[in-house]
């Protein structure tokens, strides 16, 4: 008989469906999928209708039994594990094999979850793209959550369970851990367990199982950068533990404490969708206006109409001047702030007139009477309920468990301790000493992705599942809970932390899916149908609605503020990229230059220009940073914008086990952070060393601009409506010849934030490779859209920018006229394209480019040997070897692809059809792209504002992206002083 | 002034030289059956340099042009300057031995050979940089217009492609000129060789040049032809270098007075060269009687002349960019003189500005080392002007943004160096194996002289 001839849709369908299922289980498996509609529809298409399998011919079944081989065979590569997985999206029409699926699940990263869309090709995830429906995502991402897929194929992951270093197996961990369930059965005392945040329902629920099943026994959730402060605020308030939930959309008014809502709190890609949303001054409620007071620049502050750079210690007192002018009775006495009274007038002026709508939030790296203080303003100005509401946490913080284990541990009450991914060796502060402390305990079980400096010290370590391996749910800023779902059968050996658990507490169930569902069972309103609507759709229950609260003034009567006294103080901060040092192994997040300094690759002490003026230090002079005696020593970064009197560094590096990428980057701030305020350590020194090391900045210089791209308008100047755009100069050139579509982009610069999120989600999208601290050094990196950085005014109080550069796609670009070979052609669409093949390498391109958007691959960049990372890249896009020139493409694969859906249906591409992936990630939605020929696209309706302008118009490149200029909004009262 | 010079300084040839006595002078320096120990030791230390350009040209190969200190914005340096360098350097020998062949000027007689030598030896070495300079070297003949499947040709408004075409031809015609300017004297090299080698070996480069008056007809009829040749070649290949800037929309390199400056560079660059390497040919070899002091001073008074020319254009870019009144121009002159590389502007002024001002003291012209000191100056001097040309331009762009240092690698100074030591290599082997002076020639001008 012949072969059953398979068109070739049918194989990779069939590998979809039936990847990672064993031999044995095939035919139950086809049963499945034959009686599954959704499969019968996909193989409609492309093989006919499948036999029903009650009634099969003896043709038929040979056919059939023919197919089984081939699948059979199918079967054995690796793609979704054999548990159900319902697809979110269905593209319009049918699915063609070398279509990316995308699948609904949730990313949490130290608290901060984000419903996302993951996206999977042929079994392997390659992207991470946000979930509209998701309210924590409405579709973006911004930086941090593009990198989990990197994460992912990470070489570095640990891969097997290791006991005292030696190979071993979760059989020889299970049966060990019987043992001390019997130990531990009656009393739990000695055993501790120290997770991260609680986020995930399920795992609140073993949690509490866990707590029940060995009386005695503690679990901790700690993180190095959590939100123990704003809780302990609302406590302090409310009198219970409550978070708060802001309403940018509502606020007309907004007064950030210290807050960095949209670089540096949980939810901040949803609060930065809000706030951008009231930045549009063609909105139809007009423009917020934001005052910031910070004592480091935050991505808040450098979109803050007003910003106003105060110390750290000294943002309380301004808060209690604020209560003062807002007239708050019982006010406890406080030291001035520094702060002009005219300024505290106009901004009390300001609330009190915008009554109801308006907005003060405070930062974590505030004390908690600061929270309190802003959620009684909050209720004094009306907008409690209005721009903020509360909502109760699943786990209430405990803010000395830290210390209170450290305690235990020199007490030798903790004879287990159980680490969920909590790398206490490296990130406690070092005032506790943990990372000596951990030693005593006679018995540390680390389960986590990585052999960190925890894992070290650990007698088991046990490798963990990656989000996208593992099943999961997760509850997100404002309550929402999503379901994580896997993507692919786990790479390695390892459990998801709900896995581990039970496999701890010797539960019969041990299978991530099975014990996420056990629990979804008990939520109201299960059924199999609902199961499925909660993993598909990404939110498996809708958010909470708010909690009633009513703060009372009580807590001002113990309040005394400490006036700032001491000539420095020391501010923590997350890094911008790799936060608390969880992401230290990852390259993209490494080398994206951090939003405000551009550094890459390390960090630096922030230093105020006039403090570094006294002391003789310029960028990269060595300092040593004494605190409490504490002594590390780091390199200096000049900072315009920040208090004086403030130095700031940035936990997560100095890592010394986070992997190759990771290791001896930088300097460990944690070895500077005491335990009880984890945020601001008076009292600092600072000396020099007259060591230099160098920093590798992608835009190192500092001037501050006359000139600068960034255009601004005022008020009046928005009001008169002229339109910035000059009509270009006249051009020898003759018109490019038109096709049917002009494809060009605008962006926002009154939207976009600097969270570079564009940047790295360019780089997963389009096999950017990563190059390295001295190539950087070297001024070699390729991020095709960086975000520049400039700034404004008077340096004192400078005014920051941010502007995205992608490549421009010139109507008339300079780089074609110069290539020898022709490889940087124009297309009709209006890409100017980049003909890897053809590129020889002369580099004329570049030079000749105004925007210096092209990157060139001056060495092999990209790993070609590295399998696992190979496994990350996107089909769609050529992976560029050494000596060929590079840059954006507007995603042209992206392009392609709705060029071919559209083709199919014999239709006209619809408008937002084609998304770019920096497009995609912003936060903001300061980036638009799509048809400038159809006069009612978004993106020409962009082009056509009054705001609208290109990059160096007097060239006559006529590019194809264009910019919105920023607006501000300043307090008329106060002029344009900032 | 030497005795010989002294006793008639206005004497192309010194007094008393037969044609016999030129053969035997200079044909005995090519036969000579041994080197000289300073030969071999010059010939040593280039052998040296010339490793290092193949240690460097196999790690570039292997690793990439990431070695060199190249990067974005300054996505040229090192190699595009040593190629614009050496392609000017080329220029002198050509305008020696064909513009003033066709202008009938017999004080080029005894300098045309060498001179010749260099410019086929600088264009080769100068040939080998916009090829290793690119990504991908191995596909450099993409720039030529070939036949193939794919219907792909060069891209024809590229300054590169056509620089491709003007540096081939300028270094095909050159070496046509120079060999077939070769070829009586090999034939009396041929003649007098003593060993059965040297006769087969000249012998066959000789292409049985026997002397006949047939012989010579076609001689001066081939050597008008090329020369009339290399004469506009030898602009238009300087002019393209040129081009591949003025292409360019930066400030800096957006000029189209760029061509004839390029020349004039070239011709001052070259000449400077020609002292360089004639001075101590002069006094090494004791060819005095043929290299005179008038000599000299001609070649200086061209470097003085040709130096003015350049330091006028410094001049007029400096005013340009001032009457223009650009932003983007003003802000790039603001770099130049002011900016991370203003020593290399400064350093430039002082060797191709300053340095030349001596030329105009006739001692100073006719003084050895202060000629060959100055040569040296303006080496150094037009090798830093076009680092600067490109890095200086490159290095702060349009936005601010763009704006970054260029640091050399120790492999930028090993194929500088290597690309040195290469060109003294060919000119040593040249020197020891072929005549260093035009044989037939200088028995031409003696004959001449003896006749006035």
Not at chain 2, 70 to 87: C, G, K, L, S
Request: hydrophobic fraction near 45%; charge should be neutral.
């Amino acid at each position: 008989m012949p072969p059953l001839r398979l068109p070739p849709g049918v194989m990779a369908t069939a590998r979809r469906r039936l990847g990672g299922t064993q031999g044995a289980r095939f035919w139950r498996s086809l049963e499945e999928l034959a009686g599954e509609p959704g499969f019968a529809r996909e193989l409609d298409g492309t093989l006919g209708r499948l036999p029903e399998p009650d009634s099969p011919g003896r043709r038929r079944f040979l056919q059939l039994l023919g197919a089984s081989l081939a699948f059979g065979g199918l079967a054995a590569c690796s793609g979704p594990p054999a548990e159900q997985m319902v697809p979110w999206v269905s593209r319009p029409g049918d699915m063609p094999a070398g279509q990316p699926r995308f699948y609904a699940t949730v990313l949490h990263d130290a608290g901060d979850v984000l419903g996302v869309l993951a996206e999977s090709r042929e079994g392997r995830p390659t992207k991470i793209e946000g979930n509209p429906a998701h309210p924590a995502s409405l579709g973006a991402t911004g930086a941090l959550p593009q990198a989990a897929v990197l994460d992912l194929w990470d070489p570095d992951r640990s891969q097997a369970p290791l006991r005292n270093g030696v190979a071993s197996s979760w059989d020889v961990f299970a049966a060990e851990a019987s043992d001390w369930r019997a130990r531990f059965a009656l009393d739990g005392g000695g055993l501790v367990v120290v997770g991260g945040a609680l986020v995930s329902p399920t795992l609140r629920a073993q949690r509490e199982a866990f707590l029940r099943r060995f009386p005695g026994s503690r679990w901790h959730a700690y993180e190095a950068v959590g939100s123990t402060q704003a809780e302990q605020g609302a406590r302090l308030a409310f009198g219970r533990p409550l978070l708060p939930r802001y309403h940018f959309e509502q606020a007309d008014v907004i007064v950030a404490l210290e807050a960095d809502f949209l670089g540096g709190m949980p939810g901040r890609v949803a609060y930065a969708r809000a706030f951008a949303g009231r930045r549009r001054p063609e909105g139809p409620h007009g423009m917020n206006r934001l005052y910031a007071l910070e004592g480091t620049p935050s991505l808040a502050g450098a979109m803050a109409d007003h910003r106003w750079a105060l110390r750290s210690s000294a943002i309380a007192l301004a808060a209690l001047e604020l209560a003062r002018a807002l007239d708050v009775a019982a006010l406890p006495a406080s030291a001035p702030s520094g702060l002009p009274p005219a300024q505290l007038a106009a901004l009390a002026a300001d609330l009190v007139a915008h009554r109801g709508r308006s907005l003060i939030l405070a930062g974590e790296s505030q004390p908690p009477e600061v929270h309190a203080l802003a959620h009684l303003l909050n209720q004094r100005l009306g907008n409690a309920g209005r721009t903020v509401d509360y909502m109760a946490p699943a786990v209430p913080a405990e803010p000395e468990a830290l210390p209170g284990l450290a305690a235990a541990i020199r007490a030798g009450q903790v004879h287990t301790l159980v680490l969920l991914d909590s790398n206490l060796a490296y990130a406690a502060p070092a005032g506790l000493g943990l990372d000596t402390l951990l030693r005593q305990v006679p018995q540390v079980v680390h389960w986590g992705l990585h052999r960190d400096e925890t894992a070290q010290l650990a007698a088991w370590h046990l490798p963990a599942s990656h989000a996208l391996e593992a099943w999961s749910d997760a509850q997100s800023f404002d309550g929402t809970v999503a379901i994580a779902q896997p993507l692919l059968a786990p790479l390695y050996d390892t459990r998801s932390v709900h896995e581990f658990v039970a496999v701890l507490m010797g539960e019969t169930v041990q299978d991530g899916h099975a014990i996420v569902q056990s629990y979804w069972r008990t939520q109201p309103g299960d059924d199999p149908e609902a199961w499925r609507g909660r993993v598909r759709g990404g939110v498996a229950q809708p958010a909470p609605p708010a909690e009633p609260a009513v703060a009372s003034a009580a807590f001002l009567h113990d309040w005394q503020p400490v006036a700032a006294d001491t000539p420095l103080e020391l501010l923590f901060r997350p890094d911008p990229t790799v936060w608390d040092g969880r992401h230290a192994n990852n390259g993209w997040l490494q080398e994206l230059p951090k939003p405000l300094t551009q550094l890459t690759w390390g960090n630096a002490a922030l230093l105020d220009p006039q403090l570094a003026a006294r002391m003789g230090l310029s960028n990269g002079d060595v300092v040593a940073l004494d605190c409490a005696g504490r002594r590390v020593e780091a390199p200096v970064w000049i900072m315009p914008g920040q208090a004086a009197g403030c130095v700031t560094v940035h936990l997560g590096y100095g890592r010394r086990h986070a992997g190759h990428v990771g290791d001896d980057l930088g300097f460990d701030a944690y070895r500077l952070r005491g335990a009880r305020a984890p945020w601001i350590a008076p009292g600092l020194a600072l000396a020099k060393t007259g060591r230099r090391v160098a920093l590798a900045s992608t835009q190192d210089h500092f001037r501050i601009e006359d000139d600068a791209p960034v255009r601004e308008l005022d008020a009046a100047a928005l009001a008169s409506g002229t339109p910035l755009r000059q009509p270009p100069p006249p051009s020898f050139y003759p018109p490019q010849p038109q096709g049917e579509y002009a494809w060009g982009m605008t962006v926002d610069l009154n939207a976009c934030i600097g969270c570079k999120g564009c940047s790295i989600a360019c780089q997963a999208e389009n096999n950017i490779p990563v190059v390295g601290a001295d190539q950087v050094r070297r001024g070699r990196e390729m991020h095709w859209i960086r975000v520049d950085r400039y700034y404004a005014g008077d340096p004192a109080r400078p005014r920051l920018y941010h502007q995205p550069v992608p490549c421009m796609h010139c109507e008339h670009a300079p780089c074609e006229l110069v290539c020898p070979v022709g490889a940087t052609v124009h297309d009709s669409e209006g890409l100017n394209v980049q003909v890897y093949n053809r590129c020889v390498g002369t580099r004329f391109c570049s030079n000749n480019c105004p925007y210096k958007v092209r990157r060139f691959n001056f060495l092999q960049y990209s790993d070609l040997t590295g399998e696992a990372l190979k496994a990350q890249r996107n089909p769609e896009v050529s992976v560029r070897n050494r000596g060929v020139m590079e840059k954006c493409t507007y995603c042209i694969q992206r392009i392609e692809r709705a060029h071919i859906a559209a083709d199919r249906g014999n239709r006209a591409i619809a408008d937002g059809e084609v998304v770019t992936a920096c497009q995609a990630a912003c936060p903001t939605q300061a980036i638009r792209f799509g048809n400038l020929h159809d006069p009612g696209s978004e993106v020409s309706r962009a082009h056509a504002s009054p705001r609208s302008y290109d990059l160096l118009e007097e060239l006559n490149t006529r590019p194809r992206t264009s910019y919105l200029a920023r607006v501000r909004n300043p307090n008329p009262a106060l002029g344009d002083e900032a | 002034m030497s005795g010989r010079d002294a006793l008639a300084p206005h004497a192309l040839i010194a007094p008393g030289q037969t044609p016999a006595a030129i053969s035997a002078k200079v044909a005995g320096l090519a036969l000579r059956p041994r080197g000289g120990r300073a030969w071999r030791l010059a010939t040593l230390a280039a052998l040296a340099l010339t490793a290092l350009l193949g240690v460097g040209i196999a790690v570039l190969l292997v690793r990439g042009v990431g070695i060199w200190g190249v990067n974005i914005p300054v996505a040229w340096a090192f190699a595009i300057a040593d190629y614009v360098w050496w392609i000017a350097i080329g220029m002198a020998g050509t305008f020696i031995s064909a513009a003033l062949y066709l202008t009938r000027q017999p004080w080029r007689s005894p300098l045309s050979r060498y001179a010749e030598s260099m410019t086929v030896f600088a264009v080769s070495v100068s040939g080998l940089f916009p090829i290793l300079h690119l990504g991908r070297p191995w596909f450099f003949y993409w720039l030529a217009p070939y036949p193939d499947r794919m219907g792909v040709w060069p891209q024809w408004r590229s300054a590169l492609t056509w620089d491709f075409f003007a540096i081939l031809a300028y270094l095909l015609v050159s070496l046509m000129y120079w060999y077939v300017g070769l070829l009586p004297d090999l034939a009396t090299l041929r003649d007098r060789a003593a060993t059965r080698a040297k006769q087969v070996g000249y012998g066959l480069l000789a292409l049985g040049w026997r002397g006949e008056a047939r012989h010579w007809r076609r001689y001066r009829t081939l050597s008008l032809v090329l020369a009339g040749l290399a004469v506009p070649l030898v602009f238009s290949v300087h002019s393209m270098v040129a081009l591949d800037f003025s292409e360019g929309l930066l400030p800096g390199w957006h000029s189209t007075l760029f061509p004839p400056f390029f020349v004039a560079g070239a011709l001052f660059s070259g000449f400077a060269m020609a002292l360089v390497l004639g001075v101590p040919l002069r006094r090494w070899f004791g060819l005095g009687d043929y290299i005179r002091e008038i000599h000299l001073d001609r070649l200086a008074k061209m470097v003085l002349a040709a130096g003015l020319v350049v330091d006028y254009s410094y001049a007029a870019e400096i005013f340009m960019a001032c009457y223009g009144g650009d932003r983007h121009e003003l802000a790039a002159l603001a770099a130049r003189v002011g900016g991370a590389y203003a020593w290399v502007f400064w350093t430039v002024v002082g060797c191709n500005v300053v340095s030349i001002q001596a030329l105009w003291w006739p001692r100073v012209r006719r003084c050895e080392a202060a000629l060959f000191a100055i040569g040296v100056l303006v080496l150094a001097g037009m090798w830093l002007e076009r680092f600067m040309l490109i890095v200086d331009s490159l290095y702060r762009g349009f936005l601010p943004s763009s704006t970054g240092l260029f640091h050399a690698t120790f492999w930028d100074y090993a194929f500088l160096a290597g690309s040195v030591g290469l060109f003294l290599l060919l000119f040593l082997l040249f020197v020891r194996w072929l005549p260093v002076l035009s044989m037939f020639e200088l028995r031409r001008l003696a004959a001449e002289e003896a006749r006035a």
